[in-house]
């Protein structure tokens, strides 16, 4: 552990962040980087992914206020822990990390200690956007999967390719829907069994049906789209499961209540606010890269500086075949 007078010479630093000012506008800031203070660490952040539920924030929503706090939506970071405050013991100068805040658009992060998760070192030069790799676990044990079961994911981004690819990996038969080419070839290199072009509703839902005559054992809506969300629901079995994972914030929703009813499905909102169940999240997928059963590095497909973070979002915003997770990197 390093001396307190140590400790303050590091945090002396200066740190370049990003700050959303307005919508659409990002700015870069270099500030000191701080004192670590009681129970806190410094973190050097090697990268940041790019979460699509950031979107509504950078375009710009009536309920947000601008400009944001610095660092600000960078919720999915990883990195080296550089020094820890005198009375913490679960972390080291050197550990590998992901980070658990919102402000990981930065070079550097000063937080509490417990908004930290160590990562095992050989994921060390690897891309670890340990909050969206975390999601993906949460949401198959929310689902409550089994072996054998016929499963339907809709959604071809980062978390439909990664909820397929754990659920294949547990023993699942699954099926990814997508609109975009690329992503249903990759959900194949991933383990998917089969993938449906889900470009138009009615053909979609026709070569589910061949696929699966009576339905899904369970389904996994990943988009937080109504159309996405309308198919998803036509495609459970009688007392299937349908899971809603997609993170739905562009206003109300319709549902077939009188259809649900009939077939009685259980529905389940996959979402967490429990830290511990992230933190839980993230450790799973650390073991799993760890394992190398999964490779996180298959679901990054754009890297950009953290200078040009606003052409981050604007990719992402737009959402072109071949994208699966943009990443910031803090070199």
Known sequence: MLQPEAVAAMTARR???????????????DRPVGRVREGGALVRILGCGVCASSLPLWEGRPWFDYPRPAGEPGHEGWGI??????????????????????DALAQYLVCPAT????????????????????CGFNVVRRAGLEPAQRIAVVGGGFLGLLVGA????????????????QARQLAEQLGAAATIDSNDPETALARARRLAPKGWDCVIECTGLQAPLDLASELV?????????????DGRRQVDMQSWNWRGIDVVNAHERDPARYRQGIQEAARAAAEGWLRPEQLVSHS??????GAAFELVGRAPDGLTKAVLRMD
């Open 237 to 249: 079995r009688e007392r299937g499961r349908l899971v809603i994972a997609g993170y739905h914030q």
């Open 81 to 102: 822990v550089e020094a820890v405050a005198p009375d913490v013991t679960e972390l080291s100068p050197g550990d590998l990390v992901a980070t658990l805040g919102l």
């Open 115 to 134: 908004e930290c998760v160590r990562l095992p070192h050989r994921l060390a030069g690897r891309p670890f956007p340990g909050e969206a790799l975390g």
């Open 304 to 309: 950009f500086p953290l200078e040009e973070v």
């Open 15 to 29: 740190n370049v962040r990003a700050r959303l000012v307005a919508p659409r506008r990002f700015e870069l800031a």
């Open 166 to 181: 754990i659920a294949h990996h547990l023993g699942a038969v699954v099926v990814v829907a997508s609109r975009r080419a």
